[in-house]
T-cell receptor
Framework: NAGVTQTPKFQVLKTGQSMTLQCAQD?????MYWYRQDPGMGLRLIYY???????DKGEVPNGYNVSRLNKREFSLRLESAAPSQTSVYFC????????????FGPGTRLTVT | GENVEQHPSTLSVQEGDSAVIKCTYS??????FPWYKQELGKRPQLIID?????GEKKDQRIAVTLNKTAKHFSLHITETQPEDSAVYFC?????????????????FGQGTILTVHP
C-alpha cells in the first residue's frame, strides 16, 4: 500500500495564479482532510470530507475550494493564490469504523511570490 | 470550537533524561487525544493516543496521561535518545455527533520542538 500520496511535492506560484493539489489514499478510508502547516502555528484544518460526496469547511477555508472526486481522491484548489497561502499543505485520511488515527501524506511545499 | 494549547514551545534535554510536554483543551466533550511526531521535512506520524475513558497509556518509553476534570493531557518520554529529536504535536478530537465513526476533526496544538543532546 502506498498509503496517502500527494502531488506535487513542491510548487512556486505567482500571485493570482491558480493550482490544484492532488491527494489520494489506498486504505479504503472514508474521511479525508486538508491541513496547512505554518511555523509556530501547528496544523490547521482547511477543509474535510467525512465521506464520499460530502465536504465541509474547517478552521481556515478562505481562498480554497475542495472536491471529493471519489472515495480515494480529495483535491484542494487555490483559485487566485496570495502570498499568505505560502505554506506546507498536508492531506490526511482516517477510517474505517472506529479507528480515529489520521494518516498523513508527505506534504506539498507551496511558495507564492 | 475546540482550542488546544501546548507547552513548552521548545524543550532541550540531555540524552537519558525525561521529557514532558503538556496540552490543555477547552471542549469537555472531546474524547480522543493523539500525539504526533514530525521529523524535519517529514510528515506527522502518530506515536501514541488515548481515549477519554482511559487515564494513562504506555508504549515502551512513551506514555500519555489524561486528566479529564482539568482538561489537560501530557506526553512523557523517558530515557530520551537523539533520535527522539523532532517536533511533537498534541491534538484533540471533539465527540462526533454522528456517533462512533472514524470521522472526526482534530484540533492541533502549536507544537513543541524537542532537542535531545548526546
Amino acid at each position: 500500500n502506498a498509503g496517502v500520496t500527494q502531488t506535487p511535492k513542491f510548487q512556486v506560484l505567482k500571485t493570482g495564479q491558480s493550482m490544484t493539489l492532488q491527494c489520494a489514499q489506498d486504505m479504503n478510508h472514508n474521511s479525508m482532510y486538508w491541513y496547512r502547516q505554518d511555523p509556530g502555528m501547528g496544523l490547521r484544518l482547511i477543509y474535510y470530507s467525512a465521506s464520499e460526496g460530502t465536504t465541509d469547511k474547517g478552521e481556515v477555508p478562505n481562498g480554497y475550494n475542495v472536491s471529493r472526486l471519489n472515495k480515494r481522491e480529495f483535491s484542494l484548489r487555490l483559485e487566485s493564490a496570495a502570498p499568505s497561502q505560502t505554506s506546507v499543505y498536508f492531506c490526511a485520511s482516517s477510517g474505517p469504523g472506529t479507528s480515529y488515527e489520521q494518516y498523513f501524506g508527505p506534504g506539498t511545499r507551496l511558495t507564492v511570490t | 470550537g475546540e482550542n488546544v494549547e501546548q507547552h513548552p514551545s521548545t524543550l532541550s534535554v540531555q540524552e537519558g533524561d525525561s521529557a514532558v510536554i503538556k496540552c490543555t483543551y477547552s471542549d469537555s466533550a472531546s474524547n480522543y487525544f493523539p500525539w504526533y511526531k514530525q521529523e524535519l521535512g517529514k510528515r506527522p506520524q502518530l506515536i501514541i493516543d488515548i481515549r477519554s475513558n482511559v487515564g494513562e497509556k504506555k508504549d515502551q518509553r512513551i506514555a500519555v496521561t489524561l486528566n479529564k476534570t482539568a482538561k489537560h493531557f501530557s506526553l512523557h518520554i523517558t530515557e530520551t535518545q537523539p533520535e527522539d529529536s523532532a517536533v511533537y504535536f498534541c491534538a484533540a478530537r471533539p465527540r462526533n455527533n454522528a456517533g462512533g465513526t472514524s470521522y472526526g476533526k482534530l484540533t492541533f496544538g502549536q507544537g513543541t520542538i524537542l532537542t535531545v543532546h548526546p
